[in-house]
């Protein structure tokens, strides 16, 4: 008995140590005080006001947003693409093809931003919002695939050939058939690929061009100067949508699982 309370305790200190940051954050964007510290003066929404005023950070919130839009929709089509393609077809170099997909998660993220940096380099390509985007899908998409993949594998391949068997083309099946099925893995893999760009800021520090700023580069660089109580008001922000996106993708997960027509 003594054992089992000893790790349940430990058990609460880490969880405590892991989430007492996250809640100081949030708790310190709504103190009144202009030093964005303890102890707090009272409750005030003043620094949000600020923060929607500020338009730098209103342009790299919209930065942001389009990045990780455009990084979920294209990093969701290759990954339905590249998982159709692995798991229902059979051709050569198919280790491999799966292998190269999935392979990004296994390579840190600065020496993925670095390889990319010199690749471009020596295509004499200057950084770019496209190379950004480039490597966001880059970064994502094998989450999408690796999400994809697990549902696609839990779908029997007879529903789609009883489909064809009644006269139904290739498309046809898989929009009425194959695709509402795999609407859970769609979702948290659209979701998580948004959260993934929207979140990144080690690789975009690498690849961003100069004049954009995202979410996170815009954070780093105000840390630098210092500790501005818009801060924790952008990282109330930043959480909520970050832990809000995976928490709403595992909610449609269940409904469409639920409700697969």
């Known amino acids: 008995m003594t054992g089992?309370?000893?790790?349940?305790?430990?058990?609460?200190l880490v969880y405590l140590f892991m989430f007492a940051p996250i809640m100081i954050v949030v708790v310190l964007s709504f103190n009144a005080s202009m030093f964005g510290g303890f102890p707090i003066e009272g409750v005030s929404?003043?620094?949000?006001?600020?923060?929607?005023?500020?338009e730098a950070i209103v342009r790299a919130f919209r930065t942001s947003m389009i990045l990780g839009t455009l990084t979920a929709?294209?990093?969701?089509?290759?990954?339905i693409l590249?998982?159709?393609?692995?798991?229902?077809?059979?051709?050569?170099?198919?280790?491999?093809v799966n292998t190269a997909l999935v392979a990004p998660v296994l390579v840190p993220e600065t020496v993925l931003a670095v390889g990319l940096l010199l690749f471009m380099r020596w295509l004499e390509q200057p950084r770019s919002f496209m190379v950004l985007l480039m490597g966001h899908v880059l970064v994502s998409l094998p989450y999408v695939v690796l999400v994809v993949q697990a549902r696609l594998v839990g779908i029997r391949r007879v529903y789609e050939d009883a489909a064809r068997t009644l006269g139904a083309s290739a498309i046809q099946t898989f929009f009425r058939i194959t695709l509402p099925l795999l609407m859970p893995?769609?979702?948290?893999?659209l979701l998580f690929a948004f959260t993934i760009s929207f979140d990144n800021i080690t690789a975009t520090m690498f690849w961003r061009p100069p004049g954009i700023?995202?979410?996170?580069?815009?954070?780093?660089?105000?840390l630098r100067n210092?500790?501005?109580?818009?801060?924790?008001?952008?990282?109330?922000?930043?959480?909520?949508?970050?832990v809000g996106l995976p928490l709403a993708a595992g909610a449609l997960a269940r409904y469409f699982a639920r409700n697969p027509t």
């Open 4 to 12: 089992w309370r000893l790790i349940k305790l430990f058990t609460v």
């Open 45 to 54: 929404l003043r620094w949000f006001v600020e923060l929607y005023e500020n």
């Open 73 to 79: 929709v294209i990093s969701t089509t290759l990954g």
């Open 82 to 96: 590249g998982s159709l393609a692995i798991v229902r077809y059979q051709f050569p170099g198919k280790v491999w």
């Open 185 to 189: 893995a769609v979702f948290a893999g």
């Open 213 to 222: 700023e995202t979410v996170p580069t815009q954070i780093f660089g105000m």
């Open 226 to 242: 210092s500790i501005s109580p818009e801060i924790n008001a952008l990282g109330t922000v930043m959480i909520v949508i970050t």
